[in-house]
């Protein structure tokens, strides 16, 4: 039990275009979600909390209006990188709180996200 | 504020020899602490969590790691190494508010060599 899944896996686009990355969890309600941002042989960055029904809290530093996140269900969140560049080319993470389970998050795949 | 620092960014064992990957961890509260394991391209799959319960933790695929508070370390172990263990590894502690920011340390890399 437990799986958080992410879709695409791998997407290319052109710079100025708009990608949206979705991210489930199968087999459990998931009230808040996490997205994390890595690059290349670097470790995970948060950058925003995301609740169902609810506006998503950034981190700091974190461009709301470049990343769009909305959680619309409890199975279900996305983030859309908006006008897409090159420097935003990376891997993002997602993660969710199984409820009852203290302290876990459980990650999806990832998905690698290249702008030409 | 919570922080933990993986003393190493990459180690490197042969196939049979044991592992180990440090962490040391800075806390104002009693901490979790969890290991997690990256392959290439891959999301991050739990390997083990302190949550105040035993001080040595046993995880999955043979790898278990000690609490100790007095020397706000959780190094991560496993007696012989397969080459399927190589992968990044990361140390991370609970944040603020809860359980729902986790705080990862740099990650090491693990190179298992035949």
């Known amino acids: 039990g437990a799986v958080v899944s992410q879709h695409p896996s791998r997407v290319i686009c052109k710079s100025g275009t708009s990608v949206k990355i979705e991210c489930r969890s199968l087999d459990f309600q998931a009230t808040t979600m996490f997205w994390y941002r890595q690059f290349p042989k670097q470790s995970l960055m948060l950058m925003a909390t995301s609740n169902e029904g609810s506006k998503a809290t950034y981190e700091q530093g974190v461009e709301k209006d470049k990343f769009l996140i909305n959680h619309a269900s409890l199975t279900l969140s996305t983030l859309t990188v908006t006008s897409a560049h090159p420097e935003d080319s990376s891997f993002y993470i997602c993660?969710?709180?199984?409820?009852?389970?203290?302290?876990?998050?459980?990650f999806g795949e990832g998905s690698r996200l290249t702008v030409l | 504020a919570q922080s933990v620092t993986q003393l190493d960014s990459h180690v490197s064992v042969s196939e049979g020899t044991p592992v180990l990957l440090r962490c040391n961890y800075s806390s104002s509260y009693s901490p979790s602490l969890f290991w997690y394991v990256q392959h290439p391209n891959k999301g991050l799959q739990l390997l083990l969590k302190?949550?105040?319960?035993?001080?040595l933790v046993k995880g999955i695929n043979g790898f278990e790691a000690e609490f100790k508070k007095s020397e706000t370390s959780f190094h991560l172990t496993k007696p012989s190494a397969h080459m399927s263990d190589a992968a990044e590894y990361f140390c991370v502690v609970s944040g603020t508010g809860g359980y729902n920011k986790l705080i990862f340390g740099a990650g090491t890399r693990l190179a298992v060599h035949p």
């Open positions: 302190y949550t105040s319960a035993a001080t």
């Open positions: 993660s969710a709180r199984v409820p009852g389970r203290t302290g876990e998050l459980f």
